[in-house]
């Protein structure tokens, strides 16, 4: 179906609302890769299969990731009339379990996580209420969305779509209000006022660095030359992180979207999405999401007949990190190595192929829209005053709920990673978040009443970056933390410049120094000087920011760093050169576990006496200290 | 002509300059190594960097591809690019510390090998591209490129197999700053 005017769209809305919530029975299975590594796949076959044989009235569809990626595979229940209800850890047996109950027209009470109440597609017409009157029995008790602490403090714009629609079916996208705000901008206002009401929401660029989109839309616009591109960068890289993937997963088409409204804004008919090679399904889905698009005369020429032009290609990214970089990433296109070069003449003047070019990162694009449709105030109301809008975060590391969240700009870290992460396991503490992705920094316990914002960030030593968030207890050592990230940027640098490639080296040589009882206070430094050598020497952003969880380290945490130097200590009993092991006879028991478990056969003793280690067979692995249930195996 | 200042001394280059043009014109000093004026600058070897103030902010750039700009304040020796320098040439040096060249600078930046030093090798490849750009832009040969990435990073010949582009002119080797070419002259070659 082609889709020209207005009463196309209405119509494809009404299509797309009767798949949403058809007046039968539906069952959801989140199969974004976080989905689909916990096996659902296997889940959405026997769904399938056992409404098939079982002739069953209902449907079985596929969405992507909500948030929850450590209660997957994640199945949503949503029958007419009722809230939609979510169920957790489904596996197959479970399913199998669900679906005894499903079909029998009863609903299960085992696996449950929540259920909604309220849908609110956010760009389409306000919240709607899944029910009439009253719950009872069992749903009336249910715990609802909001009630759990890990989505109290959610706000899903970016991700308004992500678990609720099909995100290979087009029309789902246009039931929630999908494209109209495309069809608001191309009928409704000049490229400039799109300009405008961008720069005004405040929008800055999600993909790290936060710069103003409007400001970088309004010189791309300004630029001379043509052809102009429109760019999506989608070669998330960041180990831990994964907001890029998910969004592209669960809702293709607001990327789309976006920088459609975006290359009208700027005056461009032309536009790549570079995505990361290494996900597959991102890929897949963005190839499907962008040939419907075409289909439905959404994406090519003419759209909606106002002679606005523009189609998107996509490119597979060349498999380094440092191609998430603007110009690296524009060489890749152009077929060359991915290697960055000095910006002195910006990409929006001088870009691919020397054309002006904007590129924005998935997120980003995905706020377009929303901006377009509510209005920029409606925009600006949501955040802080430098950072407006929401942010989606990974939170990973030691902390209980560990996925995606999205949050308005400025709640607190104490806020991220106690009621939104569960806080730490009970046995350890908080000791710091790693923000930013590799290149970001570390953030101790001092500051975790610090707002989560662009400027605050980048005040303490760290970057939003994409989003990363690694939460670390006291079984952390931050030397250890900085020549984790090291290792990894040095691995990913290019090596075009001499700072990035034989600086970073340098540091971890150090580092390694350090670790190894080496070191000495004259090195601190020296490495402190060597990083700012590498901050301002750099070419890229990569080099510029490589030596931050080194500073942020340093800034934070050099008692720790002093402890290595002055007293060849390792505090959190990690750095293995400068620990022994050693059995306090008054605790030890003699339960022998120890003993058993020492893959060296370093621990000695008899049963109900106090074990002897020796410690000249000890490799230091630690597996006695764990597996120590009375505390007799100390570190030091 | 455009007016602006190095060290607070006022300067005037043309449209299309950069700011080593200019400091080169006036004869003000400013290290480099892998600039050269008969290939496009490349950006590697961040020696020629200053400090710009653009009235707006002060950063660090490079000064062989730094367009000049009305008004700017440039200057030439701060302790930030000091320190950057300082740092360059000490890599370097540990890299090769027999290379003449390394020699020179680490004398004019009082740079001595330090307890990282390479031992056995007198005449790394700093990966300025010297040689690549020579051979592409002054011969338009492109027999020379680099491979792999980051301290893998080499000078090689296109996908690892004697060139036949090559014409054996020996221009990458005149142009290389510290004789390694010398050593990978005979793989690059058909």
Same mark, same amino acid.
């Given at each position: ?55 069953? @009235? ?18 949503? +229940? ?41 849908? @609110? ?28 602490? +890990? ?9 308004? $779509? ?70 999506? $960068? ?114 929006? @003047? ?33 955040? /802080? ?73 980048? =005040? ?23 020549? +984790? ?5 040095? =691995? ?21 120094? +350090? ?7 004259? =090195? ?11 901050? @301002? ?10 030596? $931050? ?54 621990? /000695? ?32 | ?32 190594? #892998? ?111 680099? !491979? ?13 197999? !004697?060139?036949?582009? #090559?014409?054996? #002119?020996?221009? #990458? ?15 690059? !070659?058909?």
């Amino acid at each position: 179906m082609q889709i020209k005017t207005l009463e196309d769209m209405q119509t494809a809305k009404k299509l797309g609302l009767a798949q949403l919530y058809p007046d039968k029975p539906k069952i959801l299975v989140g199969m974004a890769t976080c989905g689909l590594a916990a096996g659902a796949q296997k889940v959405f076959d026997l769904f399938q299969r056992k409404a098939q044989h079982e002739h069953w @009235d209902g449907v079985v569809e596929k969405t992507g990731c909500i948030g929850f990626c450590y209660k997957e595979p994640l199945v949503d +229940f949503i029958l007419p009339d009722k809230p939609r209800l979510t169920y957790e850890q489904v596996t197959p047996d479970v399913a199998e379990e669900l679906w005894s109950e499903i079909s029998a027209g009863k609903i299960p009470e085992k696996h449950f996580l929540a259920r909604l109440d309220i849908d @609110d597609p956010i760009l389409d017409g306000g919240p709607r209420k899944l029910y009439k009157g009253k719950l009872k029995g069992f749903l009336a008790k249910a715990p609802r969305y909001e009630d759990l602490d +890990f989505f109290k403090l959610q706000r899903h714009l970016a991700m308004r $779509n992500c678990g609720f629609v099909d995100p290979d079916n087009i029309l789902h996208y246009i039931a929630r209000g999908g494209y109209f705000a495309l069809y608001k901008a191309l009928t409704e206002m000049a490229p400039e006022e799109v300009i405008e009401a961008v720069t005004v929401a405040g929008l800055r660029g999600r993909g790290g660095g936060g710069f103003p989109t409007g400001v970088k839309w309004a010189s791309c616009r300004k630029a001379q030359g043509w052809p102009k591109y429109v760019l999506c $960068n989608a070669d998330e890289g960041d180990p831990g992180a994964y907001m890029d993937r998910s969004l592209i997963e669960g809702d293709p088409h607001a990327i789309l979207e976006g920088m459609l409204i975006g290359a009208y804004a700027i005056g461009s008919s032309e536009g790549y999405v570079y995505v990361r090679a290494e996900y597959p399904l991102a890929v897949k889905t963005l190839q499907r999401s962008i040939l419907a698009a075409r289909e439905a005369g959404l994406l090519g020429e003419n759209i909606f007949g106002t002679g606005f032009s523009f189609d998107i290609k996509l490119n597979l990214g060349g498999g380094a990190f440092v191609c998430g970089e603007s110009t690296a990433l524009m060489a890749s296109i152009e077929g060359k190595p991915g290697e960055p070069r000095a910006k002195y003449v910006h990409t929006v @003047d001088k870009g691919l192929w020397n054309r002006p070019s904007n590129l924005n990162n998935v997120e980003t694009w995905a706020n377009v829209p929303l901006i377009i449709a509510k209005g920029a105030d409606w925009y600006r109301d949501i955040g /802080t005053e430098g950072s407006k809008g929401t942010k989606i975060f990974s939170l990973v590391g030691q902390v209980k709920n560990v996925g995606l969240v999205e949050v308005p700009m400025g709640i607190s870290i104490k806020d991220m990673v106690n009621l939104i992460g569960g806080g730490v396991p009970e046995t350890k503490e908080f000791k710091a978040i790693q923000i930013g992705g590799p290149s970001g920094g570390c953030i101790p316990r001092e500051l975790w009443d610090l707002p989560i914002d662009f400027d605050s960030l980048w =005040d303490a030593g760290a970057i939003m970056g994409s989003g990363g968030m690694i939460v670390m207890d006291d079984s952390t050592c931050m030397v250890d933390v900085a020549k +984790f990230f090291l290792d990894f940027l040095i =691995d990913e640098s290019c090596g075009k410049c001499i700072p990035c490639r034989l600086g970073l080296k340098r540091m971890r040589e150090i580092l390694e120094e +350090f670790s190894t009882g080496k070191g000495t206070v004259a =090195d601190l430094d020296e490495l402190q000087s060597l990083a700012e050598a590498v901050k @301002d020497g750099s070419l890229c952003a990569l080099g510029g920011s490589a030596p $931050n969880p080194v500073l942020s380290t340093l800034r934070y945490f050099r008692e720790e760093y002093e402890a290595h130097v002055l007293r060849r200590k390792c505090p959190a009993a990690v750095c293995k050169e400068l620990i022994t092991y050693s059995i306090n006879q008054e605790l030890c028991n003699g339960c022998t576990a120890c003993v058993q478990e020492c893959p060296q056969g370093a621990i /000695t003793g008899e049963k109900k006496k106090p074990h002897q280690l020796n410690a000249a067979l000890c490799i230091k692995c630690g597996a006695c200290h764990e597996v120590c249930k009375f505390k007799a195996v100390e570190v030091f | 002509m455009i007016t602006f200042t190095i060290d607070g001394k006022e300067v005037q280059g043309q449209e299309d300059w950069t700011v080593l043009d200019v400091a080169k014109w006036h004869g003000i000093d400013i290290p480099t190594l #892998c600039y050269h004026p008969a290939v496009e600058p490349y950006g590697a070897c961040r020696l020629c960097v200053v400090e710009v103030d653009d009235g707006r902010r002060s950063r660090v750039v490079i000064s062989c591809m730094y367009p000049i700009r009305e008004g700017i304040k440039v200057l030439t020796d701060t302790p930030r690019i000091n320190n950057v320098r300082r740092w360059i040439v000490q890599l370097l040096l540990d890299e090769s510390p027999a290379s003449p060249k390394m020699q020179e600078l680490a004398t004019k930046f009082g740079v001595t090998p330090s307890r990282f030093k390479k031992a056995g090798v007198d005449f790394a490849c700093h990966l300025c591209g010297l040689c690549v750009r020579a051979c592409h832009e002054v011969v338009g040969a492109q027999a020379l490129t680099f !491979g792999n990435r980051g301290l893998r990073k080499e000078i090689t010949s296109p996908f690892h197999t !004697g060139s036949k582009e #090559c014409l054996s #002119c020996g221009t #990458c080797l005149y142009v290389c700053p510290t004789g390694a070419m010398e050593q990978l002259f005979d793989k690059v !070659g058909a």
